[in-house]
């Protein structure tokens, strides 16, 4: 082969991906018009600002937390920013959980599995009960919910989009409980997803990688430890749902605070591991 062929070749795949890539479809607001929502962990958080965003955009949304007072005025609040509707559900999630969607109509378009369990940002106390408990949580309720909502998301060719973390990427000190519920979401979902593409079930799954965000829980709990400062709630809730409308793989938030992290940690985890706690903790 020519030395020009040799360049060229590779030069063409790469404006080819470029290409691909670039050709991808935008996010418009107006596709989660009208869309049946479940949003779980909706009382505080990422999850109510994602129950705002959808309603903003006119979806009919349902939020789930144990605490009744505060997704009242969170449904409230939907229905003042032009939800199609909102409701809620109130209670902890577990194994046992089902999918409250019949609520909405009858049928559903995405499911957002975002609620998390209280656990502890320091060295592993060897509690084991601790993880099981989070483990029913954090996961256990995810799949039960994903179980129980599938024949209504395949009835309408929805999404499930699932909220992780760097650290369900990467093991990070401090948050070896959290860290282990976080792994198993995407062992499952990442294994489901590559199931429905052989089987042709027209469902999506985004998995969302996030990094430290500002919400009230993670700065009380990490802050004082850490040394970055958290990104803005409102803009990852915002990046979680475009994620979702347009079926992607995966969400990184913030992008460069997590993808290229997760490009090194492959080829060089000695490396990120001595270096990176050097650089997150105070
Ligand atoms: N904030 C951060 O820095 C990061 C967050 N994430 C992920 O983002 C998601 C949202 O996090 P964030 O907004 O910070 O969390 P919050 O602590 O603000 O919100 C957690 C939500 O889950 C609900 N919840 C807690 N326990 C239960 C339970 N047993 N059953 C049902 N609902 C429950 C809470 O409501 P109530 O107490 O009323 O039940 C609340 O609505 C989580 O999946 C988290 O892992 C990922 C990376 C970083
Ligand atoms: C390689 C680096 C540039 C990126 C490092 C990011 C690390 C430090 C980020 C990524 C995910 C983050 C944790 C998280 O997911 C959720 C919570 C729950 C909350 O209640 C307490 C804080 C905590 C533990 C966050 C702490 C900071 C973590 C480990």
């Not at 969607?101 to 599995?113: K, T």
């Not at 009960?129 to 309720?141: G, P, T, V």
């Not at 990094?211 to 802050?223: G, K, L, N, P």
């Not at 409102?234 to 793989?249: M, N, T, V, Y």
């Amino acid at each position: 082969m020519g030395r020009l062929q040799k360049i060229l070749i590779p030069f063409l795949g790469l404006v080819l991906a470029f290409c691909f890539y670039s050709a991808r479809e935008n996010f418009k607001p107006e596709m989660l018009k009208g869309k049946r929502v479940i949003v779980t962990g909706a009382s505080t958080g990422i999850g109510e600002q994602m129950a705002y965003h959808l309603a903003r955009m006119g979806a009919h949304v349902l939020v789930t937390a144990r605490t009744e007072a505060k997704l009242q005025k969170v449904v409230e609040r939907c229905r003042e920013l032009g939800a199609g509707s909102a409701q809620l559900v109130s209670g902890t999630l577990s194994h046992h959980t089902l999918t409250p969607a019949p609520l909405l109509s009858g049928g559903l378009d995405m499911l957002i599995l975002n609620h998390v369990g209280k656990s502890y940002f320091s060295y592993f106390d060897g509690d084991v009960r601790h993880i099981q408990k989070l483990l029913d949580i954090n996961f256990l309720s995810y799949v039960a919910m994903t179980v129980s909502a599938l024949p209504m998301l395949k009835q309408s060719g929805g999404s499930i989009v699932v909220v992780s973390s760097m650290a369900g990427k990467v093991g990070f000190p401090f948050t070896v409980p959290y860290s282990a519920t976080k792994f198993a979401l995407d062992g499952f979902f990442s294994s489901l997803r590559q199931e429905f593409s052989i089987q042709n079930v027209n469902v999506s799954i985004t998995l969302c990688i996030l990094s430290f965000i500002d919400t009230e829980s993670a700065v009380r709990a990490a802050a004082d430890v850490l040394q970055m400062s958290p990104a803005p709630k409102e803009e990852c809730a915002l990046e979680i749902i475009k994620g979702g409308a347009l079926r992607q793989r995966e969400v990184y938030y913030k992008y460069t605070l997590t993808k290229i992290p997760l490009l090194l940690r492959d080829w060089a985890a000695e490396l990120l591991g001595k270096n990176s706690n050097k650089l997150i903790i105070k």
